[in-house]
């Protein structure tokens, strides 16, 4: 079955620094692929997307590649600030199905310090 | 434009009570709609989801039973909670290539 495998966190870094949050994924077909944030106490929001190969995914100074020949989407931001501390999922949607859910990485916690 | 709810935004129940949970999502029509449940330090894991009234589909057996008795409300219910049911429980819907997640319900069971 589908799956995505991401970096396991915590995560702590100095804010202006580089971030990268790996993820990977298993699927057949071509799956569109998310990023999602949550923030403390809330509910999960969309980052960013890519529905097909090449495609780049950014916002709020995140981006992301959709890699089919690495089957990856990595996260990544040039310069953190201690707002973007949150927790961070990799999610795939499969081409085909019914009901077409998402398949959620296991997040990865991230703290930026000022 | 299209909002979704979920009440409560907290609870904490004895073991063996029961439990409801209520999501409703508006300006939207025959939505796929979505439970998960995320446990301390780990990620979402999908419960249930429905593609329309009556229908459910259950993705782990576990203690919980989901409802979808109007269009655009959906119930997330157990008879007797277990200690193991503690986490926050996010209702979810899809439209097109994204899915859209309310605020979430912490639940302490003690």
């Known amino acids: 079955g589908d799956s995505v495998t991401q970096m396991e966190g915590p995560v702590t870094l100095s804010e202006e620094a580089f971030l990268t949050i790996n993820c990977t994924y298993t699927a057949t077909g071509y799956p569109s692929l998310f990023w999602y944030v949550q923030y403390p106490g809330e509910g999960l929001q969309l980052l960013l997307k890519a529905t097909k190969a090449d495609d780049k995914g950014s916002n709020k100074g995140f981006e992301a590649t959709y890699r089919k020949e690495t089957t990856s989407f990595h996260l990544e931001k040039g310069s953190v600030q201690v707002s973007d501390s949150a927790v961070y999922f990799c999610?795939?949607?499969?081409?085909?199905?019914?009901?077409?859910?998402?398949?959620f990485g296991s997040g990865t916690q991230l703290t930026v310090l000022p | 434009s299209q909002t979704i709810h979920q009440w409560p935004a907290t609870l904490v129940q004895p073991v063996g009570s029961p439990l409801s949970l209520e999501c409703t999502v508006e300006g939207t029509s025959n939505p796929n709609l979505y439970w998960y449940r995320q446990a301390a330090g780990r990620g979402l894991q999908l419960l249930f989801y429905?593609?329309?009234?009556?229908?459910i589909s259950s993705e782990v057996p576990q203690n919980l039973s989901a409802s979808r008795p109007q269009d655009r409300q959906f119930i997330l219910s157990s008879k007797k909670l277990l200690l193991s049911d503690s986490g926050f429980y996010l209702c979810?819907?899809?439209?097109?290539?994204?899915?859209?997640f309310g605020p979430g319900t912490r639940l302490t069971v003690l």
């Open positions: 999610a795939l949607r499969a081409s085909s199905g019914s009901a077409r859910q998402l398949t």
């Open positions: 429905s593609v329309g009234i009556g229908q």
């Open positions: 979810a819907w899809q439209a097109e290539s994204e899915q859209f």
